[in-house]
């Protein structure tokens, strides 16, 4: 009876060491298949994206240089303007009232 056992365990042992052996297989095989899919399809796609962002920084750059940095330029002038004829009317006020 304990031969016979032995011999039914050291069976099941073998059966169940195949299948975990071609098991791992399958699934090395899976995740290998899995990593060329990813690789074909999500480096082209990352591509573009970095492609698209490196476009909209140029066009955001292009529109600082052109269009922001003239207005701004122009703004702080007219605002440097407004504040010095505000100080020189602030002086001739004070001359009118001490006088």
Not at 26 to 42: M, Q, T, W
């Amino acid at each position: 009876m304990v031969i016979v056992f032995g011999i039914i365990s050291a069976t099941f042992f073998f059966i169940a060491l195949v299948i975990t052996i071609a098991v791992g297989m399958a699934a090395i095989g899976l995740f290998a298949k899995l990593r060329s899919v990813i690789d074909e399809s999500v480096a082209p796609a990352l591509g573009a994206v970095k492609e698209a962002a490196d476009t909209v920084r140029g066009t955001t750059e292009f529109v600082g240089r052109t269009a922001v940095s003239p207005v701004a330029k122009a703004y702080g002038t007219f605002a440097g303007i407004k504040k010095g004829l505000g100080v020189l009317s602030g002086f001739k006020n004070r001359d009118k009232s001490q006088g």
